[in-house]
Each structure stands twice: as structure tokens, then as C-alpha cells.
């Protein structure tokens, strides 16, 4: 006997199997949303919002004084920093915070000209562009008053990635509110960098945070590089200079 069939042609058994095929995606897709999504009271309204693991922090930890050296005790004693690095670093903090305390040391270590940031021409960047971080001095022509750049500060853990290369990781375009949890469109230029994260050393009021975020950064912080020539081969000398001299990228002021 021949295997039954259904009007379409399909085999009656295979019907079940797509039934509950479909029912696991259903039930898949309510968990992701049940676990990605929450209704809070924002502003005197309750409102859909996104929740993950970084949104979640606030309910699920409690906040420590600067002045609570047990939590840089934790991060000697579970090998994050070694010890003299570690007394360097306490060392300098301590006096950081002393000097903010009395106002010698503001919370961005740059500041512009003025009450409005230059206007560049936009370099289009995309991901997986070689790019230079711009000195200080030129950043901080970029900057206004305040220290920032169309409302985006340059903080003080990005200092150590000037004049340094990088590739571009990604365009940022949405964010999601740590404290509120609602999704934010990023309408300007905003840029990660590959590699280039939060170290813990710097942040005012923060030392030693774990969480290696990425740093936003503005294109008129960065310069354009040359991608280094792939026909030179390194390890050879060329007309006089090694082949690591003429890899070098080379930077386009721009």
C-alpha cells in the first residue's frame, strides 16, 4: 500500500512533524521576548523596554563606595592586575581622586575652544577601515567647553589610544539604555574600535571596572590610514630601509 497523502500532496505523517515545528519556533520566539523584553514605569508611564544582562545589573548588585577598598582587594587577589602594577595603579588613584575632590581634576580630561565643536568634513567610515586616533591637541580643537563633541564626551580611558591604529569594528546606531532599558537611535557618527576598550585604570570614580566596554568615538577624532602595500615582503631590505619601514600605513590628514 502506498503512504497516505494530504490534499497538497505532502505525507500525512510529515504534517504532525511541521505542526510541532511550529510550535517550537512559537515557544522559542515568546522565551526571547519574555527574556529580552519587560514593562517598567518610566516618567509616570508604563512602557515596553529591552532587558539584558547589563540592564539587569542595577537590581541584581549593590552600589560601592569609592572609598570600599574591599573591592580592589578582589582584583589583586584574583590575578586581574599583578602586584606592582596593582600598588601603581592604587597608588595613582588615590591621588586622582584627592585632586577631584578639591576641583584640580574635571571629570573630562579635554576641553574645546569654545561653546561649539569644529565641524569636519564626515570621512564615511566603515567597518574594517585602518584609522589613527588623533592626538590630544587636535581632539581637543574638536571639542567644546564642556568637552564634547555634539554631545559625545572624549573620556579620560581613550587618552592612551592616541596616536595609535585601529580598525574600525563597527558603526554604532542604536543603543540600549542601561538604567531605563529603551532602545536609543544614534542619528550621528559614532564609531568602535577593534581592540580599543575601557582598561579600569582611569575612569574617576570607577577604578578597576571589569567590564571592557567600547568607547564611542567621533570620525573628527580619527584620521584615515593607507592600507600597508601586500607586495612587500617583510624581512627584506628595499633600497636601503627594511620592509617593515615601507609597510608602514600611511596616514592621510583629512
Known amino acids: 500500500m502506498g503512504q497516505a497523502t494530504t490534499a497538497a500532496g505532502r505525507p500525512a505523517s510529515s504534517i504532525g512533524v511541521s505542526d510541532e515545528s511550529t510550535e517550537g519556533a512559537v515557544k522559542f520566539e515568546h ?3 519574555a527574556g529580552t523584553r ?3 514605569e518610566i516618567g509616570g508611564e508604563r512602557s515596553e523596554v529591552w532587558r539584558c544582562q547589563a540592564t539587569e545589573a ?3 548588585s549593590t552600589p560601592l563606595k569609592t572609598s570600599n577598598l574591599s573591592q580592589y582587594w578582589r582584583e589583586l587577589t584574583n590575578g586581574n592586575f599583578g602586584r606592582l602594577r596593582f600598588i601603581g595603579l592604587l597608588t595613582r588613584g588615590f591621588i586622582m581622586e584627592i585632586a577631584r575632590r578639591v576641583g584640580l ?3 573630562l580630561p579635554l576641553r574645546g575652544p569654545g561653546s561649539q565643536s569644529t565641524t569636519v568634513e564626515p570621512l564615511d567610515l566603515q567597518p574594517g577601515d585602518l584609522v589613527q586616533v588623533r592626538f590630544p ?3 581637543a580643537a574638536r571639542l567644546d567647553e564642556r568637552g564634547l563633541n555634539r554631545g559625545l564626551s572624549f573620556d579620560r580611558e581613550m587618552l592612551p589610544y592616541c596616536g595609535r591604529t585601529f580598525r574600525i569594528r563597527d558603526r554604532v546606531r542604536r543603543i540600549i539604555d542601561d538604567k531605563t532599558g529603551r532602545m536609543l537611535n544614534i542619528p550621528k557618527d559614532c564609531l568602535i574600535l577593534d581592540g580599543a576598550v ?3 585604570e582611569r575612569p574617576l ?3 578597576f571596572c571589569p567590564r571592557q566596554i567600547y568607547p ?3 570620525e573628527s577624532w580619527l584620521r584615515r590610514v593607507e592600507e600597508p602595500d601586500p607586495r612587500v615582503n617583510r624581512g627584506t631590505a628595499l633600497f636601503g630601509r627594511s620592509a617593515s619601514e615601507h609597510s608602514m600605513p600611511r596616514v592621510r590628514d583629512s
Open 198 to 200: 575601557c582598561s579600569g
Open 105 to 107: 581634576l574635571g571629570p
Open 216 to 218: 564611542f568615538w567621533r
Open 38 to 40: 519587560t514593562v517598567r
Open 31 to 33: 522565551l526571547a521576548q
Open 58 to 60: 542595577f537590581n541584581a
Open 205 to 207: 570614580g570607577n577604578w
Open 137 to 139: 591637541t587636535e581632539i
